[in-house]
T-cell receptor, first 112, second 115 residues
Framework: GENVEQHPSTLSVQEGDSAVIKCTYS??????FPWYKQELGKRPQLIID?????GEKKDQRIAVTLNKTAKHFSLHITETQPEDSAVYFC???????????FGTGTRLTIIP | DTEVTQTPKHLVMGMTNKKSLKCEQH?????MYWYKQKAKKPPELMFVYSYEKLSINESVPSRFSPECPNSSLLNLHLHALQPEDSALYLC??????????????FGPGTRLTVL
């Protein structure tokens, strides 16, 4: 099955600076890569996703880049704000079925 | 309605009890999922239903029994659970078109404690 590694496990960033979280995966056939944000005690919520036919996608302060050759993808958050503090999970969807495998998570703390 | 709902929010049960978790969506999604999430860990897939049929069972112990009565409802029946089964149980749904992946929407979860 798919193996997803996520780094770093914790990240502290000064408010206004950028944050980058990286994930690698093992199955080269995987074609869908979402990122979820989970605040304490709440449900995971999709913040951005990317498909394998696209190299980069941006939505306001959030961007995701995908390198299919190297099998890694990254989340970039610019101009960070206190409300960005949460746990972020990358995920990879197995090709041909609906099995979503999550990375181990990154606890992001924005320092005011 | 653009949400997945789950009941109850919290559940405390003994190891000999039988209880059920419920999940509902009215977005016309044809795939529904059960995930288990332990504290400080990612969600782990348990079951997937596609078009009301069980399509994935991630080797989950038989004390967990899923049921999909119709395309909007998903249940998880619990029996003879162990304390280590205490976790947040998340339901999710998606449109599901084969080979055309799309967003999974998560419910708020049921926090289960097994005594």
């Amino acid at each position: 099955g798919e193996n997803v590694e996520q780094h770093p496990s914790t990240l502290s960033v000064q408010e206004g600076d950028s944050a980058v979280i990286k994930c690698t995966y093992s199955d080269s056939a995987s074609n869908y890569f979402p990122w979820y944000k989970q605040e304490l005690g709440k449900r995971p919520q999709l913040i951005i996703d990317i498909r394998s036919n696209v190299g980069e996608k941006k939505d306001q302060r959030i961007a995701v880049t995908l390198n299919k050759t190297a099998k890694h993808f990254s989340l970039h958050i610019t101009e960070t704000q206190p409300e960005d503090s949460a746990v972020y999970f990358c995920a990879v969807l197995d090709f041909g079925n609906e099995k979503l495998t999550f990375g181990t998570g990154t606890r992001l703390t924005i320092i005011p | 309605d653009t949400e997945v709902t789950q009941t109850p929010k919290h559940l405390v049960m003994g190891m000999t009890n039988k209880k059920s978790l419920k999940c509902e969506q009215h977005m016309g999604h044809r795939a529904m999922y059960w995930y288990k999430q332990k504290a400080k860990k990612p969600p782990e897939l348990m079951f997937v239903y596609s078009y009301e049929k069980l399509s994935i069972n991630e080797s989950v112990p038989s004390r967990f029994s899923p049921e999909c009565p119709n395309s909007s409802l998903l249940n998880l029946h619990l029996h003879a659970l162990q304390p280590e089964d205490s976790a947040l149980y998340l339901c999710a749904s998606s449109f599901y078109e084969s080979l055309n992946a799309d967003e999974q929407f998560f419910g708020p979860g049921t926090r289960l404690t097994v005594l």
